[in-house]
Nanobody
């Protein structure tokens, strides 16, 4: 029910925009989170957006990444600027979670991910 797109190979300092497309019913569940999983590491939250457009990010991406949503298109975006080699990972979107005081708790809906590779 969730499909990520927009990944690819980019040089350090470059930008990518990822898109999470979902059925309107899925995004209608409210908050959405973007996660990433690097090789050999656990999947970790990158940032999230609530139903009203409020966002929250982990410290390592603050000022570089931005999440937005277009409910009419049933899409959520992850704009990634000034990419670093350490941003290399498979990126996933998650829906159906809860947003409490800027903290996102993952829901039951996952996409299959899109791979982002940043070369130095």
């Amino acid at each position: 029910q969730l499909v990520e797109s927009g990944g690819g190979l980019v040089q350090a300092g470059g930008s990518l925009r990822l898109t999470c497309t979902a059925s309107s019913r899925t995004l209608g569940l409210g908050a959405v989170g973007w996660y990433r999983q690097a090789p050999g590491e656990r999947r970790a939250l990158v940032g999230s957006i609530n139903s009203r457009g409020g966002t929250n990010y982990v410290d390592s991406v603050k000022g570089r990444f931005a999440i937005s949503r277009d409910n009419a298109k049933s899409q959520v975006y992850l704009q990634m600027n000034n990419l670093r080699p350490e941003d290399t990972a498979v990126y996933y979107c998650n829906a159906g979670g809860t947003w409490i005081s800027t903290d996102y708790t993952q829901g039951d809906y996952w996409g299959k991910g899109t791979h982002v590779a940043v070369s130095s």
